[in-house]
């Protein structure tokens, strides 16, 4: 099992009491959800697990540890979207292994729909550098441009257990100052969080994304190309569900909305 040391989390701007508290929440959770790579044996055989684990060894001496917030945000996500319906009813989210997690460069991937799955992949961030969160888009449109999506080799839900291919990739932040607010949100109780805007400004952040990439692929691919279908079939589901909680845009989400850097930039 991925096992999330507490200690290695690369603490940039110290977390307030809350927020410390819900991080060590989260990240237990998450390190009892993630997919295990041991998992996979009757997969890939022991040798290829073990060859790919070395491989991640070599990674993680060369990369930096995660941020704390950025942990924290997974751990949002993971929770809520069940718990909470942030992405509706026949929906999860599902913490990669440590080797997707560095490999497809995202960190959990939401599953959507009943009879047929549509499955997004979400690079999860609480940076608000523009360079940074440019690179992280600009990755997911080269792949396009070349007619290609992420690939997941640990990955199991349901029925189907291997690798994963053309899975759209997004990239969906918050900047500390809304985490903040949410953690104090949970703690204190003040709403409920089925009707927290921050789902919406998620939302807002996929479709923006989406909807770019579907037309890139359009442009380039053309319509039949197979990223471009499986893109259409993501954004169709993000639109639709966005149709369905509009009613969280309340009369003043523009402008907290828009108050949040890496929402502003990743929507722009």
Known sequence: MFALRLDKVRQLDPLREGENLLFKKYAKTLEEYRLKMEDFEDVYGRETIEKD?????????????????????????????????????????????????????????????????????????????????????????????????SKIKYFE???????????????????????????????QDKNRQEKNPLQMMLLDEMLHQLTFMYETAKEVRGKDDRAAEEIKKALKLIQDLSIKKESLRDHDYDRKANADWAYKALTS
């Not at 499955?119 to 441009?145: G, Y």
């Open 157 to 187: 839900s349901g029925d189907f257990k291997g690798r994963l291919e053309y899975v759209p990739r997004v990239v969906v932040g918050l900047n500390p100052e809304t985490l903040r607010e949410f953690c104090d949100d949970v703690l």
């Open 53 to 149: 684990r070395a491989f991640l060894e070599a990674l993680k001496a060369k990369e930096d540890a995660k941020t704390d917030r950025g942990v924290l945000l997974e751990g949002i996500l993971a929770e809520h979207a069940e718990l909470s319906n942030w992405f509706g009813q026949d929906s999860s989210v599902i913490p990669l292994s440590e080797y997707d997690d560095r490999l497809a460069h995202g960190d959990l991937v939401l599953e959507m729909g009943e009879e047929e799955k549509v499955r997004i992949l979400m690079d999860v961030t609480s940076s608000v550098a523009q360079n940074t969160l440019e690179k992280k888009i600009d990755r997911s449109i080269d792949s396009i441009k070349a007619g290609r999506l």
